[in-house]
């Protein structure tokens, strides 16, 4: 991808334009988060509820005064620490940021991409003046994620002035949501960034889930991340019995798994995914994207582990089986 491309893409934004680009996590849908304007392009191209709110995206830490306020030395750490990188802080607003961005709420989700073309993107466009991109991932509302440039034109077409391609995503699911805006932080969103190299930043564990006040964020649905066709967990030594019943009831079935295939047949479509959790997330979407195109009667993934390098997956997984079909 050239500077001319970047430059180009800034002033798209600049116009009120969407442009989708990579991160590390997957393809974001951008917009300049200071238009309300631009923003609301990307609730009617993704069909998100209004709600809903957004992650805006910065060239730095430094920006975070332009977004935030009362902001704690933990922020300032945490970034030091994982930006650029795939981790979300919640932080309170200031009063400039629009409530498109927010979904009305008094705090707003902020965090520095890894990836270096969306870096430059955001120096282009953001410059000195603290501009930041708001920008959700780059398809329609609760369905699977993009991890290529190809499935973001695959999904919204048209809709997008301009996309970005920097191959494939590198982590491949979006980031970890941390609220710092209460006195107990939380992870609301789990990620690649787990919660005990937080917990190493802060000297202290964070708290695992939404409690009662905390504040809406992206991803957080019960249903969301999911394919058109059913998909359903089991543990790996339930696949056999899966296979079978597909067989008997002459239905095709797709299934993602860790483990070799303990049978062949005409009916059933077998991808193995890599067994350990950053090769597993790295694939997810992409594996989940392509069985999903198959027609197949379900996709039958295997359970992972309930560890903690795996819950950010098992959390895709479960959105994902609640909002399929």
Same mark, same amino acid.
């Given at each position: ?98 409530? $498109? ?5 008094? !705090?707003?989700?902020?965090? %520095? =991409? *890894?990836?270096? #073309?969306?870096? @430059? /993107? ?99 649905? $019960? ?5 058109? !066709?059913?998909?359903?967990? %089991? =543990? *790996?030594?339930? #696949?056999?019995? @899966? /296979? ?82």
């Amino acid at each position: 991808m050239t500077d001319d491309s970047v430059a180009r893409a800034a002033e798209l934004l600049r116009q009120g334009e969407l442009v989708a680009f990579p991160t590390e996590t997957v393809y974001g849908l951008g917009a300049d988060a200071a238009n309300p304007a631009a923003v609301a392009k990307i609730f009617a191209a993704k069909g998100r509820p209004a709600d809903h709110p957004l992650i805006v995206h910065l060239p730095g830490a430094d920006h975070l005064g332009r977004w935030a306020r009362d902001i704690p030395a933990s922020a300032y750490a945490l970034a030091a620490a994982f930006w650029p990188g795939p981790l979300t802080l919640i932080l309170k607003r200031r009063p400039n940021v629009p409530d $498109a961005v927010t979904g009305g709420q008094d !705090t707003v989700g902020l965090r %520095v =991409p *890894g990836h270096p #073309l969306a870096l @430059a /993107l955001l120096r282009e466009f953001g410059g000195a003046d603290g501009g930041g991109l708001a920008a959700p991932s780059a398809n329609r509302f609760g369905r699977i994620s993009p991890t290529t440039a190809e499935h973001v034109r695959a999904d919204l077409g048209a809709a997008v002035a301009l996309v970005l391609d920097g191959g494939p995503c590198a982590v491949g699911i979006e980031s970890t949501i941390l609220d710092l805006s209460a006195a107990q932080p939380a992870i609301l969103r789990p990620g690649m960034v787990g919660a005990e190299a937080i917990a190493q930043v802060l000297g202290a564990a964070p708290a695992l889930g939404a409690g009662a006040a905390a504040p809406r964020v992206s991803g957080s649905l $019960a249903a969301h991340y999911a394919p058109r !066709t059913q998909l359903v967990l %089991v =543990p *790996g030594d339930g #696949l056999p019995i @899966a /296979l079978r019943a597909a067989i008997a009831a002459n239905e095709k079935i797709a299934v993602l798994s860790c483990l070799e295939q303990p049978l062949t047949h005409e009916l059933v479509v077998w991808r193995r995914a890599p067994a350990e959790a950053a090769g597993f997330a790295h694939d997810l979407y992409r594996n989940l994207r392509e069985l999903d195109a198959l027609a197949c009667a379900r996709i039958v993934v295997q359970r992972p582990p309930q560890t903690a390098a795996w819950r950010a997956i098992l959390d895709r997984l479960q959105r994902a089986a609640a909002g399929s079909g």
